[in-house]
């Protein structure tokens, strides 16, 4: 926990143990810097004292991992890696990026490292089409895992976030109707940074717009200029090379083969290093697969899952680099988005989302911001109330299909997750 008057002026004198005694949500290093801190910490104390109120509200989830991943790694006595680690899942496949240890995995300059297996048996994701339509709108993460046969032990909610927040922001403006009724849906998806190592959980959105083409242009500046593709390889096929060339008497070679093996070890057979960038076209054919070799997504998916081309699909991701207000006339020539989202946005945190609002107000598009707090989205929502004169289109609420998985230390003693709560203008 940092201290809320870091950077008042004078250094901290040790570690943030003091809380505000009126909200709670808080935490000073000093009493001075509490006292420093008043003039900014009275606006918010009292909506803070409001949200620790419904802190249970916010670590209430249905799963049977729910304690482990909110309370306990909130307390310290269990962290994302832990986590993930007990389940088989850490720094593999579509996980990488879930704790910190992933950042030495992917921080390779602007790339990102994609893959599109789950890591996890068939039981336990949803690696094929459900085995009925959706009946009714799904409202919470037991309705989404009831439709679709997964128990709730299963950690796929943890990246399945991205798409069911899209899923709720199109039913919240209004437009689940209209999805029987056209043919494509195109959506303005503002700011990817992490979703971009994850691009294969979008194939989730066959599912639940059935019949529709989903379009879906991804604008934000973490979008890399370049992309570079390293064949999938396995650990056997790099130690037979290596064997060889021990038979052959070309030591060197065979130290950088033995070298490359034991990186390969450390990553899932048959991982694909694909770097997506700027201009990019990515065919979802299908579903992200399980680990199986036996089961029949490994067919219907195969070589088809996750694509970089041209070809015709059910769902398209298009990547653009830029901001938003940039690079909108090229990627809207021929029609406007039914809808903008930009999840987790830090509106209040970036005056490049100045114009960005301007643009949006312009075009009279819904537009649905989530963030990993409702503090967050208080800000936010003030910020763009300062630039369009209008209140929000829909009031900040909680979003069901938020990640159920806590933020590590957080600024806050409220709990914070992943599109945790949202709002419309």
């Given at each position: 926990?940092?201290?809320?008057?870091?950077?008042?002026?004078?250094?901290?004198?040790?570690?943030?143990?003091?809380?505000?005694?009126?909200?709670?949500?808080?935490?000073?290093?000093?009493?001075?810097?509490?006292?420093?801190?008043?003039?900014?910490?009275?606006?918010?104390?009292?909506?803070?004292?409001?949200?620790?109120?419904?802190?249970?509200?916010?670590?209430?989830?249905?799963?049977?991992?729910?304690?482990?991943?909110?309370?306990?790694?909130?307390?310290?006595?269990?962290?994302?890696?832990?986590?993930?680690?007990?389940?088989?899942?850490?720094?593999?496949?579509?996980?990488?990026?879930?704790?910190?240890?992933?950042?030495?995995?992917?921080?390779?300059?602007?790339?990102?490292?994609?893959?599109?297996?789950?890591?996890?048996?068939?039981?336990?994701?949803?690696?094929?089409g459900p085995s009925s339509p959706i009946a009714k709108a799904l409202c919470s993460w037991k309705d989404y895992y009831e439709w679709r046969c997964i128990p709730l032990q299963s950690p796929v909610s943890l990246l399945l976030h991205?798409?069911?927040?899209?899923?709720?922001?199109?039913?919240?403006?209004?437009?689940?109707?209209?999805?029987?009724?056209?043919?494509?849906?195109?959506?303005?998806?503002?700011?990817?940074?992490?979703?971009?190592?994850?691009?294969?959980?979008?194939?989730?959105?066959?599912a639940l717009f059935p019949g529709v083409f989903v379009q879906i242009e991804l604008i934000g500046p973490a979008v890399p200029h370049h992309r570079f593709v390293l064949p999938s390889v396995s650990a056997e096929i790099v130690l037979?090379?290596?064997?060889?060339?021990?038979?052959?008497?070309?030591?060197?070679?065979?130290?950088?083969?033995?070298?490359?093996?034991?990186?390969?070890?450390?990553?899932?057979?048959?991982?694909?290093?694909?770097?997506?960038?700027?201009?990019?076209?990515?065919?979802?054919?299908?579903?992200?697969?399980?680990?199986?070799?036996?089961?029949?997504?490994?067919?219907?998916?195969?070589?088809?899952?996750?694509?970089?081309?041209?070809?015709?699909?059910?769902?398209?991701?298009?990547?653009?680099?830029?901001?938003?207000?940039?690079?909108?006339?090229?990627?809207?020539?021929?029609?406007?988005?039914?809808?903008?989202?930009?999840?987790?946005?830090?509106?209040?945190?970036?005056?490049?989302?100045?114009?960005?609002?301007?643009?949006?107000?312009?075009?009279?598009?819904?537009?649905?911001?989530?963030?990993?707090?409702?503090?967050?989205?208080?800000?936010?929502?003030?910020?763009?109330?300062?630039?369009?004169?209008?209140?929000?289109?829909?009031?900040?609420?909680?979003?069901?299909?938020?990640?159920?998985?806590?933020?590590?230390?957080?600024?806050?003693?409220?709990?914070?997750?992943?599109?945790?709560?949202?709002?419309?203008?």
């Amino acid at each position: 926990m940092e201290c809320a008057g870091k950077g008042s002026g004078t250094r901290c004198l040790g570690p943030a143990r003091k809380r505000c005694g009126r909200c709670g949500a808080v935490s000073y290093c000093s009493a001075s810097h509490q006292i420093s801190h008043w003039k900014v910490h009275r606006e918010e104390c009292e909506r803070l004292e409001q949200q620790m109120k419904n802190l249970d509200l916010l670590n209430d989830f249905p799963f049977t991992f729910s304690q482990e991943s909110t309370v306990q790694i909130s307390e310290k006595q269990e962290s994302r890696c832990s986590f993930l680690r007990k389940r088989g899942i850490h720094q593999v496949g579509l996980w990488v990026c879930e704790c910190r240890c992933g950042a030495s995995v992917t921080s390779f300059g602007n790339s990102r490292l994609e893959s599109d297996t789950w890591n996890l048996s068939n039981i336990l994701c949803p690696c094929r089409g459900p085995s009925s339509p959706i009946a009714k709108a799904l409202c919470s993460w037991k309705d989404y895992y009831e439709w679709r046969c997964i128990p709730l032990q299963s950690p796929v909610s943890l990246l399945l976030h991205w798409p069911l927040t899209v899923y709720h922001a199109i039913q919240l403006a209004g437009l689940g109707s209209l999805t029987s009724e056209i043919s494509k849906l195109r959506i303005h998806y503002l700011g990817p940074e992490k979703e971009l190592l994850q691009l294969a959980v979008f194939g989730e959105l066959h599912a639940l717009f059935p019949g529709v083409f989903v379009q879906i242009e991804l604008i934000g500046p973490a979008v890399p200029h370049h992309r570079f593709v390293l064949p999938s390889v396995s650990a056997e096929i790099v130690l037979l090379v290596s064997l060889y060339c021990c038979y052959v008497k070309y030591p060197f070679i065979n130290r950088l083969f033995l070298l490359l093996l034991q990186t390969v070890k450390s990553f899932p057979l048959g991982l694909i290093f694909a770097f997506v960038r700027d201009g990019d076209k990515i065919d979802l054919h299908s579903y992200a697969h399980c680990f199986e070799q036996d089961c029949d997504c490994r067919y219907k998916n195969e070589n088809t899952s996750c694509n970089i081309g041209h070809a015709s699909s059910a769902v398209t991701l298009q990547l653009h680099r830029g901001y938003y207000h940039d690079r909108f006339l090229d990627i809207s020539k021929d029609s406007l988005p039914h809808l903008v989202i930009a999840p987790n946005a830090g509106v209040a945190a970036y005056a490049s989302w100045l114009p960005t609002i301007e643009l949006i107000k312009e075009i009279n598009v819904p537009a649905v911001f989530s963030d990993y707090c409702e503090e967050a989205c208080n800000l936010a929502a003030c910020c763009i109330n300062a630039v369009t004169n209008q209140p929000p289109r829909l009031p900040i609420q909680l979003n069901p299909f938020r990640q159920p998985m806590v933020v590590e230390d957080s600024p806050l003693h409220l709990p914070c997750y992943s599109n945790c709560f949202l709002f419309a203008m």
